[in-house]
């Protein structure tokens, strides 16, 4: 048993387990101009970062891989430049026809107000210098205007002479943040104080049957019965007056909660906002809100929308609703109007075409955003990811909505669910802050003198705000904190951070935008304004039972229908029961030595070895694995372990498609992906940190670390572990050495004896496997 463990770490150790929700009381109040001048810091950093990155890796990173951080829009060229208000120079920035054929810029988060920088592209493989002098040619300006086809940039200085070829912007300042930045105290509501910590939450019934007297009497909507935490949770909800927080550990149904509240806020004649990190993370709800014949709007581009909500999407509304025939009428007119004047000889005749198509234009441009506004505020549940929300269609709509719903919260930058808060009075937060929060690259940048100067709290103030801003490194353990980063590359990890930087930013006590919403309004406001869903439906008993005890509190329980759930009852012919299909918890422990890592500046994937990876994925992901991750971490022999694995469930009659291996190193997911990619395709393999938010009923990890100084690199990170133990229905096996991983400090020693007390231990023998 857990409680029985000889290790020194404590399980259910307030002191050890450091979750935010145990700081809260250290927390004071934030100033929400400080907060959000130190926000803009950051996300001037990320940027630099993310400018840095592309600049070093843009034969790997695409330019939509860029773009997704929403704050930036690449392939532009100027269409149009005038002079506006102020004698100011206006770019009206569109695709460059070369680039695109429908000329729709991708969805992306400028907005009006937002100060940008214009620059011109350069490839990836510029130098250094080239670099520095597109900076400096570059040019900044404010966003006055967004459509779909073209964003139009009021340069700052009248002289100004935008950059020639193809251009890229990217937000230098946010028009959320700078606004809270400026917002006088009196148009502060008490929601966003509460957001800051200036007020406390209005009080919610702490007693089940005073809550249930709050909230009157509910007939739930869902036709699955909810159990009675994620009641409560919905409960909770209703009755908050300004935030809830709904805390869904793996597997807990955070989505079927939501939909529920959904359902119930709507019941009360609510106004919903509901947002999500990614596309994904909405059109699920979408998709599932949709039987309940929800009036609802799905903002964002057709084409990356799920095929199954595009009768949602605010696009496609506006070429079928019944306001959308108006606006056609008028694009019919203008057809025949343009028909005519090729028809016409007279040149006044065609001056006079020209001046009623000036009329008409206008008028198709005033109807279709009377169309898209109509929709927009007809809609009871306007849905959106965390970018479209700051699209041009919500523009009106500040504090429009009732409440905001944003899914996944613990997944999203803070600064980008402002857009989103800023729309709303009362905000509903689901989310697990103990797995892996969003991807951040800007630690490896120095803050910028200037700005970090600008975003300085003033004396006074510091004490107060440091402590709620507080990177999440900084509230580990000693222990935790031990095992060295400094060597390991990767893509999939969270953060590209090093040690020895990050401990430089914690010294200047600089706050961190890896710092969530979630994470810090936790901290703030303390337990109280969470509710945590406890019923798993994902792994069997023993799969849940290290995770539960030393991240949630003992608190998860697993539904009767999987507690006891094994492969071998998997509900389709032909899989035998035998050793490797009854089991739920293996562990290969390779200690020993025979199964080392492989150093990072080793290729593994010698030329000679092409033979190993057939295929032509494979080849890309080892291609990928050896141009991007040079020092990425492999462990040959013991993939082969992994690979073995894998052969002897499908053996047992597993569908190969139940099955994933997962690593946080890429280098041993190529190595993987040639083992195993050709032989058994549709066995699924991925990085831990891509895996977040799946699962499978048997999942293999790879832990890679094998050596004698007890380094583990990414393994160290408790958020990254948990999303790696936590991805199995019926079998979790892990692959790795007891001895290296051991000495990885707390979490992890006491991870290894649980797996050695209630996992089914195996030695594996290197020989053995010979010829997989
Ligand atoms: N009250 C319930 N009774 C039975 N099954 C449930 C209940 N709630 C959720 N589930 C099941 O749990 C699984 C996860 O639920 P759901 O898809 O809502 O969660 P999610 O938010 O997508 O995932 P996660 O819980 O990992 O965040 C689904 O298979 C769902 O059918």
């Given amino acids: 048993m857990l409680s029985s463990t000889s290790d020194s770490y404590t399980m259910t150790s307030r002191s050890q387990t450091p979750n935010a929700e145990y700081l809260w009381h250290e927390m004071a109040p934030t100033d929400v101009s400080d907060f959000a001048a130190k926000q803009l810091d950051l996300l001037d950093r990320e940027l630099q970062a993310e400018l840095a990155e592309?600049?070093?890796?843009?034969?790997?990173?695409?330019?939509?891989?860029?773009?997704?951080?929403?704050?930036?829009?690449?392939?532009?060229?100027?269409?149009?430049?005038?002079?506006?208000?102020?004698?100011?120079?206006?770019?009206?920035?569109?695709?460059?026809?070369?680039?695109?054929?429908?000329?729709?810029?991708?969805?992306?988060?400028?907005?009006?107000?937002?100060?940008?920088?214009?620059?011109?592209?350069?490839?990836?493989?510029?130098?250094?210098?080239?670099?520095?002098?597109?900076?400096?040619?570059?040019?900044?300006?404010?966003?006055?205007?967004?459509?779909?086809?073209?964003?139009?940039?009021?340069?700052?200085?009248?002289?100004?002479?935008?950059?020639?070829?193809?251009?890229?912007?990217?937000?230098?300042?946010?028009?959320?943040?700078?606004?809270?930045?400026?917002?006088?105290?009196?148009?502060?509501?008490?929601?966003?104080?509460?957001?800051?910590?200036?007020?406390?939450?209005?009080?919610?019934?702490?007693?089940?049957?005073?809550?249930?007297?709050?909230?009157?009497?509910?007939?739930?909507?869902?036709?699955?019965?909810?159990?009675?935490?994620?009641?409560?949770?919905?409960?909770?909800?209703?009755?908050?007056?300004?935030?809830?927080?709904?805390?869904?550990?793996?597997?807990?149904?955070?989505?079927?909660?939501?939909?529920?509240?959904?359902?119930?806020?709507?019941?009360?004649?609510?106004?919903?906002?509901?947002?999500?990190?990614?596309?994904?993370?909405?059109?699920?709800?979408?998709?599932?809100?949709?039987?309940?014949?929800?009036?609802?709007?799905?903002?964002?581009?057709?084409?990356?929308?799920?095929?199954?909500?595009?009768?949602?999407?605010?696009?496609?509304?506006?070429?079928?609703?019944?306001?959308?025939?108006?606006?056609?009428?008028?694009?019919?007119?203008?057809?025949?109007?343009?028909?005519?004047?090729?028809?016409?000889?007279?040149?006044?005749?065609?001056?006079?075409?020209?001046?009623?198509?000036?009329?008409?234009?206008?008028?198709?441009?005033?109807?279709?955003?009377?169309?898209?506004?109509?929709?927009?505020?007809?809609?009871?549940?306007?849905?959106?990811?965390?970018?479209?929300?700051?699209g041009h269609q919500l523009r009106h709509l500040q504090g429009q909505f009732d409440v905001v719903i944003i899914d996944e919260a613990s997944q999203a930058l803070e600064a980008q669910c402002w857009v989103a808060l800023l729309a709303a009075r009362k905000a509903v937060l689901a989310g697990d802050h103990l797995q892996l929060p969003p991807t951040i690259k800007s630690q490896n940048v120095k803050p910028k003198s200037s700005s970090s100067k600008a975003a300085a709290p003033s004396a006074a103030k510091k004490n107060k705000t440091t402590a709620a801003t507080k990177p999440a490194e900084e509230q580990k353990p000693a222990e935790e904190k031990k095992p060295s980063t400094t060597n390991d590359a990767s893509l999939s990890p969270t953060t590209t951070t090093t040690t020895t930087k990050l401990q430089k930013l914690t010294l200047n006590k600089a706050p961190s935008l890896e710092t969530t919403l979630f994470d810090r309004l936790l901290a703030l406001h303390g337990p109280s304004i969470k509710r945590m869903l406890t019923v798993q439906y994902r792994m069997h008993a023993r799969i849940m039972a290290f995770p539960s005890t030393t991240l949630y509190s003992s608190a998860l329980t697993a539904a009767p229908a999987v507690a006891a759930h094994l492969l071998a009852d998997l509900p389709y012919p032909g899989v035998q029961r035998n050793d490797d299909t009854t089991e739920p918890l293996i562990f290969y422990d390779t200690q020993g030595g025979s199964f080392p890592e492989a150093p990072p500046d080793d290729d593994p994937f010698p030329s000679s070895s092409s033979s190993a990876t057939p295929g032509a994925d494979p080849a890309k992901l080892a291609k990928k694995g050896r141009s991007l991750l040079s020092d990425s971490r492999s462990n040959p022999a013991e993939a082969a372990l992994c690979a073995a694995h894998v052969a002897a469930l499908c053996a047992a009659g597993v569908r190969p498609a139940d099955i994933a291996v997962i690593t946080p190193y890429n280098a041993q997911l190529a190595l993987l992906a040639g083992l195993l990619g050709a032989r058994f395709p549709a066995v699924e393999l991925g990085s831990v940190d891509g895996f977040q938010g799946r699962e499978k009923e048997a999942v293999v990890v790879s832990l890679v670390r094998s050596n004698g100084a007890g380094e583990v690199g990414f393994l160290g990170e408790r958020r990254r572990l948990n999303v790696a133990m936590t991805r199995a229905r019926r079998q979790l096996c892990v692959v790795g050495d007891g001895e290296t991983v051991g000495k990885g400090g707390g979490f992890l020693r006491a991870w290894v004896g649980f797996l050695e007390e209630e996992g089914e231990v195996r030695y594996p023998d290197v020989a053995e496997l010979k010829g997989v």
């Fill in 54 to 390: 592309t600049a070093e890796l843009t034969s790997q990173h695409s330019p939509a891989a860029l773009q997704r951080s929403g704050l930036a829009l690449l392939n532009l060229h100027i269409a149009n430049q005038r002079t506006g208000l102020g004698g100011k120079t206006v770019l009206e920035l569109g695709l460059d026809p070369a680039i695109s054929t429908s000329g729709e810029l991708p969805e992306h988060g400028l907005r009006v107000g937002d100060i940008v920088g214009v620059r011109e592209q350069i490839g990836g493989a510029a130098k250094k210098k080239e670099r520095s002098e597109s900076e400096k040619k570059g040019v900044d300006g404010v966003v006055v205007k967004t459509v779909k086809d073209a964003i139009h940039v009021a340069l700052d200085r009248e002289e100004a002479d935008p950059p020639g070829g193809k251009l890229w912007i990217y937000a230098r300042m946010n028009w959320t943040m700078t606004k809270l930045k400026d917002m006088p105290l009196s148009d502060q509501s008490n929601f966003i104080r509460v957001l800051f910590g200036q007020s406390s939450p209005s009080p919610v019934p702490a007693s089940s049957d005073a809550l249930d007297e709050d909230v009157g009497p509910i007939k739930w909507i869902s036709e699955r019965p909810l159990n009675t935490s994620q009641q409560d949770a919905i409960k909770f909800a209703l009755s908050s007056r300004e935030i809830a927080l709904i805390h869904g550990p793996p597997g807990t149904g955070k989505t079927h909660t939501l939909i529920e509240l959904i359902l119930q806020l709507l019941a009360r004649n609510q106004r919903l906002l509901v947002c999500g990190p990614s596309n994904i993370s909405v059109d699920n709800i979408v998709e599932r809100l949709a039987p309940h014949k929800v009036p609802m709007v799905r903002l964002g581009h057709p084409a990356r929308l799920l095929p199954s909500v595009l009768n949602h999407s605010l696009d496609v509304l506006t070429k079928t609703s019944d306001a959308a025939a108006l606006v056609q009428d008028i694009r019919h007119e203008m057809d025949a109007k343009q028909a005519s004047i090729r028809k016409t000889k007279s040149g006044r005749e065609r001056k006079a075409i020209y001046g009623e198509m000036k009329e008409l234009r206008k008028e198709y441009r005033e109807r279709e955003r009377g169309c898209v506004d109509g929709l927009v505020r007809g809609a009871k549940v306007v849905l959106a990811t965390l970018h479209g929300a700051g």
